[in-house]
């Protein structure tokens, strides 16, 4: 392959996080006979079957909630039995805000689902991908290594790694929200920050979740609390995301168990007892961060280097895997016509597809904890009655579901 076309198309994805390899697995998947896919990862990635503990940037202690829109993707990947072990699903998602009186309860019953939505830790997901992958004869797994530039050469591209070159007819920029080769090549970025921190940590609570997803919007912005499957450790797990001023987190991160556990239940409340053990805490700096342009002639921008967003709705990668499904349909129907993969006006044509979804996700994630942090009476009362009135109103409440899983967009994949 080195610095050589093989038979049929040739894609490089940069990036081997949970976007990259997703995609990876898509692409084998719908393409069958071609094309050679090669992931090229920066890190090191965990062995198949390492230590749970094994952690990597894409697969750190992070917890995942994953729409329903993914589901039905991994599931026609054949992902999900693997997965199920490691989910847990979310039945009910209770809404509040901290001392203000609108609340609101969403029910997978209520939509006549099985679930609103599952949550996977960030190294289960990683490890079923992984495993998926090296199943997977035309997928090689090139780390660590890194994609260093690319240049266009002849119909596709010449793509740098750190000791040789690989020609390719598409190369996917999955490297993550600071992409350096998205830098590298120029492509049009805006960056948001949002001056907040979300502190991360798995804990163990007194009493059972049942399934339900606690959003609580405070002061400092929203706090998060997902269910998880039991563990050998606890039974009554609980993924938090806590969106605080960048002080506090770093504070939050380094508080000895006790104190940490007081300042969660002063935000949160007792609704699930004491807290009887905190994992590993960690901290993200939050900022909405954008790629103008997603692509180019033989390049693709996909996942956080295309579109980070605030983590507040759970929707950053759920997102990034509609966009890959879409990408991967795209390229289904150009192979059998001929069409080359790197086509600029094909990837267009995706880029295009997918703006309306972007859009929408990007507006509902950057809007929402900026509505719950204003102060102006006026608004505090609307959307109080908003919390409210989504349980007054199921249609209300079925709209909101629907955007929040992905399935319109999924719907119009398949459509
Ligand atoms: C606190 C928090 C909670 C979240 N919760 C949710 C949630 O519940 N639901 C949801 O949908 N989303 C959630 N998200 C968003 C989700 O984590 C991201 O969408 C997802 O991680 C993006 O994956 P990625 O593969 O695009 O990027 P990354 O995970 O950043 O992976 C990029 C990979 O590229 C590699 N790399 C970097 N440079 C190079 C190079 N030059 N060459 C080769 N490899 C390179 C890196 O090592 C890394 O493995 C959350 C985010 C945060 C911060």
Redo the contacts with the bound molecule.
């Keep these: 392959m080195d610095g050589l076309s093989v038979d049929g198309n040739h894609i490089v994805i ?7 390899l997703s995609l990876a697995l898509l692409l084998h998947e719908e393409l069958p006979g071609e094309p050679i896919i090669t992931v ?4 090191a990635l965990p062995a198949p079957g390492g230590a749970p503990s094994d952690y ?3 697969f750190d202690a ?4 994953l729409s329903y829109s993914t589901a039905t993707l991994y599931r026609e990947l054949g992902l999900w039995t693997p997965l199920l072990p490691g989910l847990a699903p979310i039945n009910q998602i209770h809404v509040s805000r901290r001392g203000r009186f609108g609340s609101s309860l969403l029910s997978s019953e209520e939509q006549g689902w099985d679930a609103l939505g599952w949550v996977v830790e960030n190294p289960c997901l990683g490890r079923t991908l992984l495993a998926a992958a090296h199943e997977c004869p035309r997928i090689t797994l090139r780390c660590p290594d ?3 530039d690319a240049t266009p050469a002849g119909p596709g591209v010449r793509v740098q790694l750190t000791d040789e070159e690989l020609d390719a007819d598409l190369l996917v920029i ?4 600071d ?3 998205r830098s590298k090549l120029g492509f049009l970025t805006q960056r948001k920050s949002y001056g907040q921190s ?1 502190l ?1 940590a798995n804990l163990a609570f007194e009493k059972d979740h049942g399934g339900c997803a606690y959003e609580r919007f405070t002061a400092t912005g929203p706090l998060a609390l997902l269910p998880l499957p039991p563990s050998d450790q606890a039974a009554h797990r609980m993924a938090l ?1 806590w969106t605080l001023e960048p002080a506090e987190a770093a504070a939050m991160e380094i508080a000895d168990d006790n104190a940490f556990s007081r300042a969660l239940i002063d935000a949160f409340g007792y609704r699930l007892g004491r807290v009887e053990r905190v994992g590993d805490r960690h901290s ?1 700096p939050l900022a909405l961060t954008e790629a103008v342009e997603q692509v180019r002639r033989g390049c693709v921008v996909l ?3 295309a579109h ?1 967003l605030h ?1 507040v709705a ?5 997102l ?1 895997l509609r966009d890959a499904a879409a990408l991967s349909q795209t390229l289904v129907k150009a192979v059998p016509e001929g069409t080359a993969v790197g086509d600029t006006h094909l990837l267009a044509g995706y880029s295009r597809d997918r703006q309306r979804d972007q859009a929408q996700t990007i507006a509902a994630s950057d809007g929402l904890p900026r509505l719950f942090m204003v102060n102006d009476p006026l608004l505090s009362l609307g959307r109080d009655l908003a919390l409210s009135g989504m349980d007054m109103f199921p249609l209300l409440r079925y709209e909101f579901v629907q955007q929040a899983a992905g399935m319109a967009a999924l719907e119009e994949r398949h459509g």
Excluded: C, K, W
């Excluded at 992070?62 to 909630?65: I, K």
């Design positions: 940069a990036g081997g996080g949970m976007v990259g090229v990862e920066g890190r990597h940037p894409s992070r917890s995942t909630a890194r994609v260093t999955a490297d993550g929200a992409s350096s080769l979300a991360i995301v993200y996942g956080n280097a980070a983590p759970g929707q950053g990668f759920n990034a």
